[in-house]
């Protein structure tokens, strides 16, 4: 993946949280799977709740999204404190047994956007401190491909200490698998302008 070749940064992190407990597990949701293209252009809201640690950590947030997707917000379109990314969550960002997906704001407060390659990556500016067992989030817009990924993991990550280098100091990393994008694959095209296609019909006709 060139977009992420930069960053030499993969490896072992203290928790790695696998997606099996609905009560206890991050949730993905996107507002929609459209392309841009065939959405007027328009980047659609990702929104991720329920990250916790199971003990304090103090570390920086990098989120990676899909090769082929890019994050595009103005600084206000960044939303990570609990009332504010209800709307965006699933179930009005309330689990099955009442309590909050998203329980305190994101320490690391507002992660800006790319402005250069990889733009399918944001990384906090700042490290932030993070309690433990407590469910944090975030939503920000982002460019939906006209393509599925199939070059690298068709997958969300969320890594906090991506750029340390010991283990104690990488204490989490989440792997949110994505939706399928809403785009036509193994389409077949008959004819390709009005032309033909008035050509085929009156060759048929003029054969029955």
């Not at 570390?59 to 404190?81: G, H, K, M, N």
Request: proline share 9%.
């Amino acid at each position: 993946n060139p977009r992420q070749a930069q960053r030499a940064s993969y490896g072992l992190y203290h928790q790695q949280t696998a997606v099996l407990d609905p009560l206890n597990s991050p949730v993905l949701r996107l507002s929609s799977r459209l392309p841009a293209a065939s959405s007027s252009g328009n980047p659609i809201y990702i929104a991720i709740g329920g990250i916790s640690f199971p003990g304090p950590a103090s570390c920086s947030l990098r989120v990676i999204a899909p090769a082929l997707f890019v994050w595009s917000y103005l600084q206000t379109e960044f939303v990570y404190t609990p009332t504010a990314l209800a709307p965006y969550l699933p179930g009005a960002g309330k689990l099955a047994d009442g309590s909050s997906l998203v329980e305190e704001s994101l320490p690391v407060g507002v992660m800006p956007a790319p402005l250069v390659e990889p733009l399918n990556e944001i990384v906090s500016a700042q490290g932030g401190n993070f309690k433990a067992n407590v469910r944090y989030g975030f939503a920000a817009r982002a460019r939906v491909p006209s393509i599925p990924t199939t070059g690298s993991t068709d997958s969300f990550l969320v890594l906090c200490g991506s750029s340390e280098s010991r283990l104690n100091n990488r204490p989490l990393a989440v792997r949110l698998e994505a939706p399928v994008v809403a785009a036509l694959t193994d389409a077949r095209v008959t004819y390709t302008t009005i032309l033909q296609m008035l050509l085929i019909r009156s060759l048929s006709e003029s054969e029955l």
